[in-house]
């Protein structure tokens, strides 16, 4: 695919000024985990960055110039030693001393803002092996580029399947669970109660925020603090299973397990916070197509999936473990609400309200009000879809990968990611605060419960 010529500046998009704001500033770090080492004298990487990564977008070569208080992009020169870095550690090391420096780097690199003056991505290649890979490798990339969709599906269309490079990767599929039909009427006037509803408590959490637990600290400047980044690793067909009995989606099944094991950490860690209201904020695609497509399809004029921020937020209340009879409430909950949420128009409202503030005030003001909507909510939760079969970057095979976001002021980040027949969960945990040990063991006994009372559930409706 050729590179795009500019004739022009391009603006840059509504959220893409929100994101790179003075107040609050966006990046993706998408973490790739290979079989093999890097060879360090290869000139592999630079010939990827110039041939294939470069062309997908005119923004990965420009800057963000601003003119008459707009923010544009400029097409510059790239000089690859800018943007790509090799660092160095001791060497002789043990993988468990190689961790704690591959953790305290990707800490660095989610606090760190970019640069001015050159465009906005990095590429750090990890030539030292660690407990999960031979070798990383992290792109860091700023949120103004695009959203995930955006960013993850570029990122995989530079990579090959590992067995057959002339054959597509594939994905799972995205088939909804069926549900009862419900009457235009009764649907109509729910999603209008809904849209109120919701319009009036999001109003309430922006402006008053939650209260204190174990996952919020309500520091000041929590995205300059050091962070601790944790993984685990789930079977998509034990998560399908689930589904499956149940009746639900596999996001309601992940995001009801990450809800208890959250209420479960919390109640370990102070009895009383398990009674207290907390909000996760949970990103949305808003494409009328959600599966990856390629990127000339992406940036094409009115595709169904193009290219961009195109993404909106809900507030969902975390449901408490008062009440409940079992683990699998906590997924029906999660199913109930944010099936409402879908049925609702303040996701649309708000970035209405987004677009007034901008058009009359500035992109600074509203920063500052996706700041402070963040800060005051106790998690966020957000989620993509990865590839069926294994890829591979210049025929070193990827065993693992997840991404992270940095620049967030809040104590508890949570992404997902599916990648052949795995799910991969990374906590971002503002750190001395989250304990990531404990939390690992909360999440993992609240799927065993979740599978214990699935089974139950199963052989009673037998």
């Known amino acids: 695919m050729e590179l795009e010529e500019l004739e022009e500046q391009e603006p840059v998009s509504p959220n893409g000024q929100y994101f790179s704001s003075n107040v609050i500033s966006l990046s993706v770090l998408a973490v790739w985990e290979f079989e093999i080492p890097f060879d360090p004298e290869a000139q592999t990487i630079s010939l990827l960055i110039k041939n294939v990564f470069l062309p997908i977008s005119p923004r990965f070569s420009s800057i963000m110039v601003e003119n008459n208080g707009k923010k544009e992009w400029k097409r510059v020169e790239v000089k690859l030693e800018d943007h790509v870095y090799t660092p160095t550690f001791p060497s002789g090391l043990s993988l468990e001393s190689y961790d704690k420096y591959f953790d305290d780097y990707i800490s660095k690199l989610l606090t760190e803002r970019f640069p001015q003056g050159k465009p906005l991505w990095e590429i750090h290649i990890i030539n030292y092996p660690t407990s999960n890979a031979a070798a990383n490798v992290i792109f860091k990339l700023h949120h103004a580029l695009g959203d995930g969709y955006s960013l993850m599906g570029a990122l995989i269309s530079s990579m090959q399947r590992a067995d057959n490079p002339s054959l597509p990767l594939t994905f799972p599929s995205r088939k909804r669970s069926e549900s009862k039909r419900e009457n235009f009427v009764t649907k109509t006037f729910s999603g209008f109660c809904n849209t109120i509803s919701d319009l009036w408590s999001g109003t309430l959490k922006t402006m008053n925020g939650d209260v204190l637990t174990p996952i919020r600290s309500g520091n000041d400047a929590i995205e300059f603090r050091p962070a601790t980044v944790s993984t685990m690793t789930f079977s998509l067909d034990q998560i399908k299973s689930i589904k499956d009995k149940l009746g639900v989606t596999v996001n ?106 901008h058009k009359f005030g500035s992109h600074e003001a509203c920063g500052k009000y996706i700041h402070r909507t963040l800060k005051n909510s106790s998690m966020i939760i957000s989620n993509l879809i990865g590839p069926a079969e294994q890829m591979s970057l210049a025929n070193h095979p990827i065993k693992g990968f997840y991404f992270l976001v940095g620049g967030g002021p809040l104590s508890f980040e949570i992404t997902i990611i599916s990648y052949m027949g795995k799910v991969r969960v990374a906590f971002n945990m503002e750190k001395g605060v989250i304990d990531p040990q404990k939390m690992k063991s909360c999440m993992e006994n609240a799927l065993q419960m979740i599978l214990n009372d699935s089974h139950k559930h199963m052989s009673l409706n037998i």
Request: charged share 20%; hydrophobic share 45%; with cysteine.
């Open 252 to 357: 309601d099944v992940l995001t009801g397990m990450i809800f208890f094991g959250t209420r479960l950490y919390m109640q370990e860690m102070n009895q009383s916070s398990s009674k207290a209201d907390c909000t996760a904020m949970v990103l949305l695609n808003t494409r009328i197509m959600g599966d990856y497509v390629p990127i000339e399809e992406m940036i094409k004029p009115n595709s169904k999936a193009p290219w961009g921020n195109r993404f909106t937020f809900m507030h969902i209340p975390i449901p408490k473990l008062i009440g409940l009879s079992n683990a699998l409430d906590f997924i029906w909950n999660a199913h109930k609400i944010i099936k409402r949420k879908r049925n609702s128009l303040a996701a649309y409202f708000n970035s209405r309200l987004l677009e007034i503030v």
